[in-house]
């Protein structure tokens, strides 16, 4: 019986030869769901929820509205246990892989391609990006900074400003290339300019000496 942790590593081995250019995340909180995997394509976010032969759908209901807010297409990886009612438990637009095991080595087959999913919400697309990758695309499209604006401030005003199109291509390349250590700290440094620590006035040392002498 196959578990997720064995189907991982080759699905997305699996992934690359279907799709080409990618890039995988893992894990990532969406509304109140976790995606297992958030596939980048170009122009595209992918979702995909695997459902090994040791899981249940118990959660899936849920999942698949949290899913449907945040990615283009949306995929689920079954295993062989679930393959004949899969269909039941998952929209028609969302795409299924089957994984069987052969020779004790996953094999993926895709029952059904994932159809664009219309339901998909462009501001949650862009609550996966970082104010820097914000900050990215407004400088691409001469936008003005917002620096004091909040990171919703920013989105509504990208919705606003730019076409559907361009948002979801600049999505796609900022997670493409995102670099986590670079990042990380290009969100310290913007956290620090927006509030200074204010240092606090020195005490006077006349003021210093007069304690130390009524404390003798």
């Known amino acids: 019986m196959l578990k997720d942790k064995d189907i991982r590593e080759a699905l997305f081995d699996y992934l690359e030869l279907q799709f080409g250019k990618i890039r995988i995340y893992e894990e990532k909180m969406i509304g109140r769901s976790r995606a ?7 122009d595209a976010l992918v979702g995909i929820e695997i459902k090994s032969d040791a899981d249940t759908y118990t959660r899936l209901e849920g999942q698949i ?16 246990s679930h393959a004949a009612h899969v269909e039941e438990h998952v929209p028609e637009h969302w795409g299924i892989i089957t994984v069987d095991e ?8 895709f029952l059904r391609k994932p159809i664009i999913n219309t339901k998909v919400k462009l501001d949650k697309k862009l609550e996966l990006l970082w104010r820097p990758e914000l900050a990215m ?80």
């Not at 283009?72 to 062989?80: E, H, L, P, Q, T």
């Open 102 to 109: 052969v020779d004790g080595e996953p094999d993926f087959y």
């Open 65 to 80: 509205k949290d899913y449907d807010k945040y990615f283009d297409y949306n995929i689920v990886v079954v295993g062989s």
């Open 137 to 216: 695309i407004q400088e691409h499209f001469a936008l003005p900074a917002y620096k004091s604006m909040s990171k919703a401030f920013v989105r509504e005003k990208l919705i606003l400003k730019l076409d559907a199109a361009n948002i979801n291509h600049e999505i796609s390349e900022c997670l493409f290339e995102r670099d986590y250590e670079k990042m990380l700290a290009e969100i310290d440094a913007f956290r620090k300019a927006k509030n200074p620590r204010k240092r606090r006035p020195k005490k006077s040392t006349s003021v210093r000496r007069k304690r130390r002498l009524n404390s003798k």
């Open 36 to 42: 297992d995997v958030i596939m980048v394509i170009t």
